[in-house]
C-alpha cells in the first residue's frame, strides 16, 4: 500500500494486514495520545465532582453524594481501608474463635515485610519524614481554600505521582517539587507514629542500625 493510500485509510475502517509498519506505529501513537487525553480528561472532572461532593457529604452530614448526567450517573462515597496494626493484640480482644474464623494468618519463612510497614522502615533508614511540619503549612503555601483543603485532607497519600496528579488537577499544572516533598514527609511521619507511636529520635536511629536501603532510578515516559 503506497502512502497516499494509507493516509486515504486513515479515514475508513482500517485494515492492519495492508498497513506498512510506519503507518502501524503512527497508528499506535495516536491511539494512546488520545487514550492519554480521555484519561486526563476523566481525572480532571472526577476531581470536580469529589470536591463539590465534599462540600455536600460535610454540610448536609451524609455518606455518599450521587451526580446525574445526561448519560449516566456518578456516586461519591466515604470509604475506608482497614489494616490490623497488632494482629495479636486484637485477637485477644475480639476472641480467639472469632479472628480464627475470619482472619487468615499467613506464614513465611523468609522475612516477607508488608507494604506499609516497609515503606515506614525505608522512610525511617532514609530519614524522609518531618514531626515538625504540617500539612496546613503545604495548603497555605498552595493557597488552598476551605473546600479544597477538605479534599486534600481526604486524597493526599504521600506517593508522588497520584499527589502530583491531584495537585495540577486542583490548582493547574506546574512545578510542585517541594511541596510533594514536603508533603511526603509529613505523610510518613504519621505513618512512623502508627508502627511507632512512641518513638523518639534516638530509637529511631536504633532502628536505622539494623537497615539497609539500596537507592536506585527509575524512569517513566509521560507524553
Known sequence: MSEVEEKEQTGKAWKVENMSEKM???????????ENKAKADYK???????RR???EIVDHNVKFVRFH?????????????LSLING?????????????????????????????????????FLQDYDFEMKLADVY???????????????KLKGQYDKDCELLEAMFGEKNYETELYCIYKVKNAERIRIFF????????????????VEEGLSITLIK
Not at 24 to 34: D, H, N, Q, W, Y
Not at 69 to 81: E, F, H, I, N
Open 24 to 34: 502501524l506505529v503512527s497508528r499506535m501513537v495516536a491511539a494512546k495520545e488520545k
Open 44 to 50: 480532571k472532572a472526577a476531581t470536580e465532582l469529589q
Open 53 to 55: 461532593a465534599m462540600k
Open 69 to 81: 448526567g445526561a448519560k449516566g450517573k456518578v456516586t461519591v462515597c466515604k470509604k475506608g481501608s
Open 88 to 124: 495479636m493484640a486484637f485477637k485477644r480482644v475480639i476472641g480467639e474463635e472469632l479472628f480464627n474464623s475470619e482472619i487468615t494468618t499467613e506464614q513465611s519463612i523468609a522475612y516477607k515485610l508488608k507494604a506499609p510497614f516497609e515503606a515506614v522502615l525505608k522512610a525511617i
Open 140 to 154: 497555605d503555601a498552595l493557597g488552598a481554600d476551605t473546600e479544597q483543603r477538605s479534599v486534600l485532607d481526604k
Open 197 to 212: 507511636p512512641d518513638a523518639t529520635e534516638e530509637t529511631l536511629a536504633e532502628i536505622r542500625k539494623q537497615l539497609l
